[in-house]
């Protein structure tokens, strides 16, 4: 179809309406089995997942899998029909008694308000009485009215053969959609591949999403329409309610449907002379119908399949008028299809009069043989100007987002089906199966509604999860450097497109495949594409050999892979999933986390209770069936007890925590990348952290300049052109500039436009300065044009470049102090002129400069003879001899205002913090002192002297390590383990990767920092700032706690609700709960008031105490011991007042003063849980809205469940008066009196302990 929609428009369009004239004809050829195909189509789509599953486990048999899924759902089919017809049968019978025998008994009357009016009363009056007195001969006429209906019924019934026959023909053809589905969609593919051209996928796509979307929609719109239905045929009285919402949600699958049921149950209440109950429920009935049918549904569509409002809306009603009930899929579907073909159209005809030459050549392209000169031509692109907006976004239109196939997140709908494969949901229908059995459908009733709530609570938990994690990965979005309408710009690398001009340089994470045009010293890691170990040297000339294999295509660059040493420009020749790595995207696809150590923890803890539940439940069960209590009802309350005593929700919980703990941590700057990774934060002792950007601004000024024997002052701040170079007024003159300031732009591969800096901070700052001395860099390059380069490495602490000049090959360098004086022989006087170097007085110089906390920076220059150069770094070092020394550069990145008080925060908390960095040692301790780091200063080249026992000996008083490289940091990192710490290391650049990964937490700079870094780290940055790494810290141990909190109160809870069941029978009491109060518990200690802890503030202490270590388990012999504590308290006061009742009242009243009591417990004992060692009554006490909330909303509903009657008859519970609920309130405040006592005598035995 691309070819056809790049023509004129009626070209463009006749074969799509020959098309659709097709797909109309063999319509209505088909019409006699379209429904019956179309509904087999349906019911195989949404049960297909099932269906590969049963096949997996069958050894892929295709026949038998079939023949089974065809086979359950005939038998779901039948039982669902059979379940419906006798319900059915028996409301109609009764509404049928009930009727006749409203026209027997009871006269009509006009209602009140009607019959008191003065006008319509008189009018209407009449007719009522003439009704009245006609009365016998309307039963009849009603009667037979109803008898005419049964026949009709009847012979609807006749129909039945008809309607099996077709029944049969869709289960034939489910049978067959299951074992050849694959076969024929795969051959359709095929025979419309030719017309549909490349975006066949874009339709494809379209229409399963839609369809996705319609049953989304209608189921979701059917249960909403059931669930309110229920509602209002409850309040009004009707009999049936449950049961009359189901087939009113079975109705409701299509628009309006559900108006059959609403009719008859207002015509029932009408003729009863209920006029008011079935007034507000034709009322009721209207307004949910229409809103749910022409505005929810149509919105949930269009929101779930991305369609447009009106689309769905002509969709489903066409849809039902040309085609019936399989319209609402067909409609929608069909025309959201069309919708994608003609914006395609559209985008072709809008970008025709400006589109580019045809970019992108066929996918088998050998790109590597072809020179750059021919590549760039084949993509119709400009390698100094780039393409153009105009043209980027065509392309982008054409060949789609630069992504690669990811597996995509789970729809909502999704994630609320998966709740109910939860064992305690499993365990909660049984429970409602069995209450039907022994024929208490009201508490049947109840526990569908438990577990509806259950499923909500866990959907949202998760679904907040979920939102939570796909923002951060949306966070860590990649970025790349793009030269566009002739400018460079960073870039959203998923914007990138065939023929886009990519700037790389090292520490890069390569966004898309591309040839490379220009190569210094370029290397890339490949390994994840091709398995090589060793970076893989790059080179610009075309390779002869067109099937070379990947790993040897040396002028390419493959999506995914880093640039590991040099720079590079390379054009694009393929994006997302046409490029080398799209091919392996299905290994891509991210994989589930492992369980962090809390959840393995918890998990343990769990099934160990969960074991002691399931005794004490035996134990129970075993004592109601000797008590002769029936079967059905003894297995009903021990499944109760089940739900109510297994704490089979505490991981998932601690996983909800974690995600929205890292959603709040990203708001603060700290991107984490694992889950595990929130926990290990709580016990780091020991930040080793980076100097410049991290404890610093990074915007480097440079403030003092040595050159040619004169020392100069140079004014302004940061990154703006303001100020100027002028010499001591201790200084004779000033010299010519141009020596000085020529290497700073030559020898630098970073952009300053205004004062934003593209590329390196110091690198910025030195262009800052050359621009106050008027240097401008695009004139010295077409001057001076660069023709090698030996990139900047931690290593050997310096950069050249090397550039073709008339009298030869002109070489400028920049690094680090001692390294170039090393390099050096000769330096520039007064007056320009070379001669020798003084060692000494340059070193001195350099100290002095670094002693007032001056980042120092030495420029050197050098010639060579015209002629060929080395291609290898090493032999280009080797050319850099005899350089002349030119500068001393000072440079000033002064301390965050809030680094020191960060710093001050960790040493409070028991977290050491060590800075580790390349400048030299006197710079590195003025900046520790004013930071108020403590500790020795150790240098680099004293480091590589120690070692690894003296060093893990020695480093705990080591506060600075200066002059370091990328290695040692992991030589630090090792010792600071071999020496029991939990290590957090920072680092931005390519070499610090072994380091982050060898940390426990390594932290990577999200503004600074090289992709290479980033993936390798655990946390990012997003600020570059110490102060966030110190909050992430924080948050962390926030994050535990609070998890603490959640915990300590479930499981006290489960312990108090076993030993009480436990112990009531042992006593020779009954049990002191009902089922239904248990599932009651349940709720609340899953629900709001344990949701709400979660969210509680940080506490003001958290950073007050050393680290908890590491291993240490979150049940304590201590904790575990007050866990018991407050169970057993629940327990002696519940059953003390369950005894009490007993004694003085019926069981009744017991059994609801028992359950009061302990619900109160759980009140009070959600204020213990908040704090673990002070007091509940501290300052925060009132700060968590949402618990007060969720307190609020428990004792108000407990006060309906003890007052209502309605909610009496479903909790089996009896009011009870004031003097019960001051005996509960006192019994159940017990455990936070006790609790406070507790916590009070062990801080003075602690204070006593400390004097």
């Given at each position: 179809m691309d070819r056809f929609l790049a023509k004129a428009p009626l070209q463009a369009f006749m074969p799509l309406l020959l098309l659709i004239g097709l797909i109309l004809l063999a319509a209505w050829v088909l019409s006699g089995f379209f429904t019956s195909i179309i509904w087999a189509v349906i019911i195989a789509y949404i049960t297909w997942p099932l269906y590969r599953r049963l096949r997996q486990r069958l050894n892929d048999n295709a026949d038998l899998s079939a023949g089974l899924m065809t086979a359950a759902i005939t038998g779901l089919i039948a039982l669902i029909i059979f379940w419906l017809v006798a319900m059915l049968h028996n409301e109609v019978t009764m509404a049928y008694q009930s009727l006749a025998a409203n026209f027997s008994q009871q006269p009509y009357q006009l209602p009140p308000a009607i019959r008191h009016n003065p006008w319509l009363g008189d009018y209407l009056q009449p007719w009522m009485d003439r009704l009245n007195r006609d009365r016998s001969g309307t039963v009849v006429q009603v009667l037979n009215a109803a008898r005419q209906g049964l026949g009709q019924l009847a012979q609807w019934l006749g129909g039945v053969g008809e309607s099996l026959l077709n029944l049969g023909l869709v289960l034939v053809t489910v049978f067959f959609c299951f074992r050849d589905g694959n076969t024929v969609l795969q051959q359709v593919r095929l025979g419309l591949k030719g017309f549909l051209g490349a975006s066949q996928a874009l339709y494809w796509?379209?229409?399963?999403?839609?369809?996705?979307?319609?049953?989304?929609?209608?189921?979701?719109?059917?249960?909403?329409?059931?669930?309110?239905?229920?509602?209002?045929?409850?309040?009004?009285?009707?009999?049936?309610?449950?049961?009359?919402?189901?087939?009113?949600?079975?109705?409701?699958?299509?628009?309006?449907?559900?108006?059959?049921?609403?009719?008859?149950?207002?015509?029932?209440?009408?003729?009863?002379?209920?006029?008011?109950?079935?007034?507000?429920?034709?009322?009721?009935?209207?307004?949910?119908?229409?809103?749910?049918?022409?505005?929810?549904?149509?919105?949930?569509?269009?929101?779930?399949?991305?369609?447009?409002?009106?689309?769905?809306?002509?969709?489903?009603?066409?849809?039902?008028?040309?085609?019936?009930?399989?319209?609402?899929?067909?409609?929608?579907?069909?025309?959201?299809?069309?919708?994608?073909?003609?914006?395609?159209?559209?985008?072709?005809?809008?970008?025709?009069?400006?589109?580019?030459?045809?970019?992108?050549?066929?996918?088998?392209?050998?790109?590597?043989?072809?020179?750059?000169?021919?590549?760039?031509?084949?993509?119709?692109?400009?390698?100094?100007?780039?393409?153009?907006?105009?043209?980027?976004?065509?392309?982008?239109?054409?060949?789609?987002?630069?992504?690669?196939?990811?597996?995509?997140?789970?729809?909502?709908?999704?994630?609320?089906?998966?709740?109910?494969?939860?064992?305690?949901?499993?365990?909660?229908?049984?429970?409602?199966?069995?209450?039907?059995?022994?024929?208490?459908?009201?508490?049947?009733?109840?526990?569908?509604?438990?577990?509806?709530?259950?499923?909500?609570?866990?959907?949202?938990?998760?679904?907040?999860?979920?939102?939570?994690?796909?923002?951060?990965?949306?966070?860590?979005?990649?970025?790349a450097t793009v030269r566009r309408d002739g400018n460079?710009?960073?870039?959203?690398?998923?914007?990138?497109?065939?023929?886009?001009?990519?700037?790389?340089?090292?520490?890069?994470?390569?966004?898309?495949?591309?040839?490379?045009?220009?190569?210094?010293?370029?290397?890339?890691?490949?390994?994840?594409?091709?398995?090589?170990?060793?970076?893989?040297?790059?080179?610009?000339?075309?390779?002869?050999?067109?099937?070379?294999?990947?790993?040897?295509?040396?002028?390419?660059?493959?999506?995914?892979?880093?640039?590991?040493?040099?720079?590079?420009?390379?054009?694009?020749?393929?994006?997302?999933?046409?490029?080398?790595?799209?091919?392996?995207?299905?290994?891509?696809?991210?994989?589930?986390?492992?369980?962090?150590?809390?959840?393995?923890?918890?998990?343990?803890?769990?099934?160990?209770?969960?074991?002691?539940?399931?005794?004490?439940?035996?134990?129970?069960?075993?004592?109601?069936?000797?008590?002769?209590?029936?079967?059905?009802?003894?297995?009903?309350?021990?499944?109760?007890?089940?739900?109510?005593?297994?704490?089979?929700?505490?991981?998932?919980?601690?996983?909800?925590?974690?995600?929205?703990?890292?959603?709040?941590m990203a708001q603060q700057h700290a991107i984490v990348k694992r889950l595990a990774a929130v926990e290990t934060l709580g016990c780091t002792t020991v930040i080793c952290t980076d100097k410049t950007g991290t404890l610093t601004v990074?915007?480097?000024?440079?403030?003092?300049?040595?050159?040619?024997?004169?020392?100069?002052?140079?004014?302004?701040?940061?990154?703006?052109?303001?100020?100027?170079?002028?010499?001591?007024?201790?200084?004779?003159?000033?010299?010519?500039?141009?020596?000085?300031?020529?290497?700073?732009?030559?020898?630098?591969?970073s952009d300053w436009h205004g004062a934003e800096v593209i590329g390196d901070p110091l690198e910025g700052a030195l262009l800052v300065l050359a621009a106050k001395g008027g240097m401008n860099k695009q004139q010295a390059l077409a001057q001076l044009p660069r023709i090698a380069e030996i990139p900047f490495d931690a290593e050997h602490k310096f950069m050249a470049t090397f550039h073709r000049s008339a009298d030869g090959i002109r070489?400028?360098?920049?690094?680090?102090?001692?390294?170039?004086?090393?390099?050096?022989?000769?330096?520039?006087?007064?007056?320009?002129?070379?001669?020798?170097?003084?060692?000494?007085?340059?070193?001195?110089?350099?100290?002095?400069?670094?002693?007032?906390?001056?980042?120092?920076?030495?420029?050197?220059?050098?010639?060579?003879?015209?002629?060929?150069?080395?291609?290898t770094i090493p032999a280009l070092a080797d050319l850099l001899q005899a350089l002349t020394f030119t500068a001393l550069i000072g440079l000033i990145d002064p301390p965050r205002p809030e680094a020191r008080q960060a710093i001050a925060l960790c040493q409070q908390a028991g977290i050491a913090v060590k800075m580790i960095t390349g400048d030299q040692v006197l710079t590195a301790s003025v900046i520790a002192q004013e930071l108020g780091l403590p500790g020795t200063v150790l240098e680099g080249t004293q480091l590589a002297a120690l070692s690894a026992e003296a060093l893990a000996a020695a480093i705990d008083g080591i506060g600075v390590f200066a002059r370091t490289t990328p290695?040692?940091?992991?030589?630090?990192?090792?010792?600071?383990?071999?020496?029991?710490?939990?290590?957090?290391?920072?680092?931005?650049?390519?070499?610090?990767?072994?380091?982050?990964?060898?940390?426990?937490?390594?932290?990577?700079?999200?503004?600074?920092?090289?992709?290479?870094?980033?993936?390798?780290?655990?946390?990012?940055?997003?600020?570059?700032?110490?102060?966030?790494?110190v909050n992430a810290v924080k948050e962390g141990r926030g994050i535990y706690d609070n998890m603490v909190k959640f915990i300590r109160f479930q499981l006290s809870t489960n312990i108090g609700a076993i030993l009480t069941v436990l112990s009531a029978p042992l006593l020779g009491m009954p049990l002191p709960f009902t089922a239904v109060q248990l599932l009651w518990i349940n709720i609340i200690m899953d629900g709001p008031p344990a949701m709400s802890l979660g969210v509680d503030p940080l506490s003001a202490h958290s950073m007050e105490h050393p680290p908890r270590a590491s291993a240490a388990p979150i049940l304590s012999w201590p904790r575990l011991g007050n866990l018991l504590c407050y169970g057993l308290t629940m327990a002696i006061g519940t059953l003390g007042i369950l005894y009490y009742g007993l004694q003085t009242g019926t069981a009744a009243h017991a059994t609801t003063l028992a359950f009061h009591t302990f619900v109160l417990f759980q009140v009070f004992n959600v204020f213990n849980a908040r704090t673990e060692h002070g007091t509940a009554f501290n300052r925060h006490f009132f700060a968590n809205r949402w618990f007060w909330l969720a307190i609020s909303t428990v004792l108000a509903l407990q006060i309906l469940i003890i007052h209502w009657p309605p909610a009496q008859m479903v909790f089996h519970t009896t009011a009870l008066t004031g003097g019960d609920w001051l005996l509960a309130t006192g019994i159940a405040g017990a455990v936070l009196v006790l609790e406070e006592l507790r916590k009070g005598l062990c801080g003075r035995m602690i204070k006593i302990a400390g004097n």
């Open positions: 796509q379209t229409a399963g999403d839609t369809t996705r979307a319609v049953v989304y929609g209608l189921v979701l719109a059917a249960l909403g329409q059931g669930l309110t239905a229920g509602i209002g045929y409850a309040v009004a009285g009707v009999e049936a309610p449950v049961l009359l919402g189901v087939v009113t949600a079975i109705l409701a699958m299509v628009p309006m449907g559900a108006m059959l049921v609403w009719g008859a149950i207002d015509l029932s209440l009408f003729l009863s002379d209920q006029w008011l109950a079935g007034l507000g429920l034709l009322l009721w009935g209207t307004l949910v119908v229409s809103t749910i049918d022409n505005v929810i549904r149509p919105l949930v569509i269009s929101g779930a399949g991305k369609v447009p409002f009106l689309v769905v809306m002509f969709g489903v009603f066409g849809g039902l008028s040309s085609f019936g009930l399989v319209g609402l899929f067909l409609g929608p579907v069909v025309l959201s299809v069309l919708l994608a073909v003609w914006q395609a159209w559209l985008a072709t005809q809008t970008d025709t009069a400006t589109a580019p030459p045809e970019a992108n050549e066929p996918p088998n392209t050998a790109w590597h043989h072809l020179s750059a000169e021919a590549v760039l031509k084949a993509q119709a692109t400009d390698a100094l100007t780039g393409l153009s907006t105009p043209q980027a976004e065509q392309r982008r239109h054409q060949h789609g987002a630069n992504q690669l196939a990811a597996k995509p997140p789970r729809p909502a709908w999704r994630l609320l089906l998966a709740q109910f494969k939860s064992i305690l949901i499993l365990v909660l229908i049984t429970a409602a199966v069995l209450a039907a059995l022994i024929g208490d459908l009201m508490d049947g009733a109840v526990i569908m509604g438990v577990v509806m709530i259950n499923a909500l609570l866990g959907f949202y938990q998760e679904f907040q999860a979920e939102q939570a994690l796909a923002a951060l990965k949306k966070m860590l979005t990649l970025h460079v710009a960073e870039l959203p690398a998923e914007q990138l497109v065939p023929g886009d001009i990519v700037l790389l340089e090292a520490g890069n994470k390569i966004p898309a495949d591309g040839r490379i045009l220009l190569a210094y010293s370029l290397e890339a890691d490949e390994s994840s594409l091709t398995g090589e170990s060793l970076p893989a040297a790059k080179q610009t000339q075309a390779l002869s050999d067109a099937a070379a294999p990947l790993a040897e295509r040396s002028t390419m660059l493959y999506m995914n892979n880093t640039i590991t040493r040099g720079r590079a420009e390379m054009v694009v020749t393929a994006t997302g999933m046409a490029t080398e790595i799209g091919q392996l995207a299905e290994l891509l696809t991210r994989t589930d986390e492992a369980e962090t150590p809390l959840q393995r923890q918890l998990g343990s803890v769990g099934k160990r209770l969960a074991l002691l539940a399931l005794a004490v439940v035996a134990i129970v069960f075993a004592a109601a069936l000797w008590r002769g209590e029936p079967l059905a009802e003894a297995a009903f309350t021990a499944i109760a007890l089940a739900v109510a005593a297994i704490p089979e929700g505490l991981p998932a919980v601690v996983t909800v925590t974690l995600a929205l703990g890292m959603h709040r990074n915007q480097l000024t440079a403030r003092a300049v040595y050159y040619r024997g004169q020392s100069y002052q140079v004014s302004g701040e940061g990154y703006q052109a303001a100020g100027a170079i002028v010499p001591d007024t201790a200084s004779p003159g000033t010299a010519d500039l141009n020596d000085l300031l020529l290497p700073l732009v030559l020898c630098n591969d070489v400028f360098v920049k690094g680090a102090p001692e390294v170039l004086l090393a390099r050096c022989t000769f330096v520039q006087n007064a007056q320009g002129e070379s001669v020798a170097l003084p060692h000494e007085a340059l070193l001195a110089h350099n100290a002095a400069l670094a002693s007032t906390g001056l980042r120092v920076l030495a420029v050197a220059v050098g010639q060579l003879p015209d002629g060929p150069l080395p291609d290695a040692q940091k992991v030589q630090i990192v090792n010792a600071l383990k071999k020496a029991g710490h939990i290590v957090a290391m920072t680092g931005d650049g390519v070499n610090d990767a072994p380091a982050l990964k060898s940390a426990d937490i390594g932290i990577a700079m999200g503004v600074s920092g090289t992709h290479v870094a980033q993936e390798a780290a655990t946390m990012i940055l997003t600020d570059d700032n110490f102060a966030s790494i």
